[in-house]
């Protein structure tokens, strides 16, 4: 396939990166930490860390990990936290070790964290005590050997660091009781870290730096192995795409996506520490309140989230009354950016919201949109630099024309190396050196790619394809409308009927009204025939609509 993005670029974006500028993340850490020392790294609760703070006390914990409980270069260091300062310490503490770190969503059940724990061998795990009860019941059935606790206000100033754990644990009640008698608190291992000799190990760039759990388009979740290299690559084609417009030691990214989602973490983390920016963590985006208010005290000017998140803020009373003045960048990955939701952010913020598109097993940016963007155009934008993209049909062959759809499929140097322990999943990823997306698309004339859906999403009504996300932004332009999600029903006529789950934010919203407006904006077959009203649409914990859960109901009601 020809490469009509690069037509596309903006002025000074290169068309390729030299993904060995650094030979391992830890050459881009000290970077940071050289040039930035005495600038403000991360911001959470009010407290503040700088770059040379980070530097100490992550080379502490690097050398607690290696000297202390002796573990080995290659071990899997598990992490299970939401966005706290202990999170960048730990993190880079894990990879100046010289080991593989593995993000553990802090909400798993006991049954998929423990898959988790087994599949990646994890040797050790940091955790907030809120989850402690979760690692209790399966920590026994695991290789973990080490637990290094810490809680939510560890990092906080002496007085509030009291407070806020008081407040956490016997106010609030979020830490159900747990057992885990050889424990060590991370402000122990910190202390401890400070006297013992932490030793630089070689990494190359083809070292695993994370297993980066994902479900991928079939079965359990499975480890992706991302490498230095890889991960490093990412971070320099996002800072490619974007970087003239991002002002070195004057930018401050705001964080609600959970750094262990490996979106936030490339990006918010890695991309806005090369720049020397300030990092604002927010803890906990679903309180929304909180949130604004977090917002409303800092002059940001780069934030990232999900559909869902810039739906609920949108929608909130305050957020009309944050200053915008210095905010320049707005960044939406996940899932599908609904025009409804990015038109009413651009008239609040004055900011385009700008799509991109990844997945886990490319590190995870494929394309984005251009920050020279005036307006929200439907496309999930032009591939990043030194990223090979092409289209193949159901026949397996290569889809030249424009506006053809097809399988979209990827290489490029920020492309997993495989999946942990699963050669098989990995064979069947990839076609020929190109891994297989599972996504359908098409490129207009400028290059622009535009995801029609995932595959396994597509609803077949009567011979037509029917595409969930074109659904969910027909109905998304209702005003009455807050979320939508689109599946399709079995039918024993049509194949499948086109069902929605809505909820409303207009309460006299009525199944009929919606039809209505439905058939407005959509051709016939793609009008839903069944509309189910809820209070609320189950999500991942970064906001993502979970479809397959919707499918998985429909048909155990059938």
Not at 236 to 249: K, P, S
Not at 335 to 348: D, G, P, S, T, Y
Request: glycine share 8%; aromatic share 8%.
């Amino acid at each position: 396939m020809e490469k009509p993005w690069l037509g596309s670029y903006p002025e000074g974006v290169p068309a390729q990166i030299n993904p060995d500028e650094y030979g391992n993340l830890l050459e881009l850490f000290d970077t940071s930490f050289r040039d930035y020392a005495d600038q403000v790294a991360f911001i959470n609760m009010g407290a503040v860390l700088t770059y040379r703070r980070v530097e100490e006390q992550s080379r502490a914990f690097a050398a607690y990990l290696q000297d202390e409980l002796k573990l080995k270069q290659g071990d899997r260091v598990a992490l299970m936290m939401p966005n706290l300062l202990q999170y960048p310490i730990a993190l880079m503490g894990i990879l100046r070790a010289g080991m593989v770190a593995v993000n553990v969503n802090p909400l798993y059940t006991p049954r998929e964290l423990k898959h988790q724990l087994c599949d990646s061998g994890a040797v050790a795990i940091i955790a907030v005590t809120n989850f402690g009860s979760s690692l209790q019941q399966v920590v026994a059935e695991t290789d973990v050997k080490h637990v290094i606790l810490t809680k939510i206000g560890d990092q906080l100033s002496g007085p509030k660091r009291t407070l806020v754990n008081f407040v956490v644990k016997y106010v609030k009640k979020m830490v159900p009781k747990y057992h885990l008698p050889n424990a060590v608190s991370m402000r122990r291992a910190l202390a401890k870290g400070k006297h013992l000799q932490y030793i630089k190990p070689n990494i190359a760039g083809t070292d695993v730096a994370f297993l980066q759990y994902t479900g991928g388009t079939t079965g359990v979740a499975k480890g992706a192995m991302l490498t230095h290299r890889s991960v490093v690559a990412n971070m320099l084609q996002a800072d490619a795409f974007f970087g003239t417009l991002l002002d070195e030691g004057k930018e401050l990214v705001v964080t609600p996506l959970p750094l262990y989602h490996v979106f936030a973490n490339t990006v918010n983390l890695l991309l806005f520490m090369k720049k020397g920016a300030q990092n604002l963590l927010i803890t906990n985006p679903r309180d929304l309140d909180g949130f604004i208010d977090e917002l409303k005290q800092y002059p940001f000017t780069a934030l990232t989230g999900v559909n869902t998140l810039f739906n609920a803020m949108i929608n909130h009373p305050e957020f009309n009354k944050v200053d915008f003045s210095h905010f320049k960048l707005t960044v939406g990955g996940g899932m599908a950016v609904q025009r409804a939701v990015a038109e009413k952010w651009q008239q609040i913020t004055g900011v385009p919201l700008i799509e991109g598109y990844g997945l886990t097993e490319c590190s995870p940016v494929v394309a984005a949109g251009c920050y020279t963007q005036t307006e929200y155009n439907g496309a999930i934008g032009l591939p990043l630099p030194s990223t090979d993209v092409r289209l193949v049909n159901e026949a397996g062959e290569v889809v030249d024309g424009l506006e053809e759809v097809g399988e979209l499929q990827v290489k490029g140097p920020q492309v997993m190396q495989g999946y942990w322990q699963r050669p098989e999943e990995s064979a069947k990823t990839f076609s020929d050196g190109w891994l297989c997306t599972g996504d359908i698309a098409r490129m207009d004339s400028n290059g622009y790619f535009y995801i029609v859906d995932r595959l396994k999403d597509m609803i077949l009504v009567s011979g037509f394809n029917v595409y969930p996300n074109e659904v969910e932004d027909a109905i998304a332009l209702n005003p009455k409308v807050l979320e939508v999600a689109a599946v399709g029903v079995p039918h024993e006529v049509s194949g499948e009927l086109v069902k929605v789950f809505v909820v409303a934010k207009d309460p006299t919203l009525t199944e009929k009204e919606l039809i209505a407006h439905c058939r407005k904006h959509l051709t016939g077959y793609k009008v839903p025939k069944l509309v189910e009203f809820r209070e609320e649409l189950p999500k991942t914990n970064v906001g993502k609509i979970l479809r397959r859960v919707l499918r998985d109901e429909v048909k155990g009601n059938a």
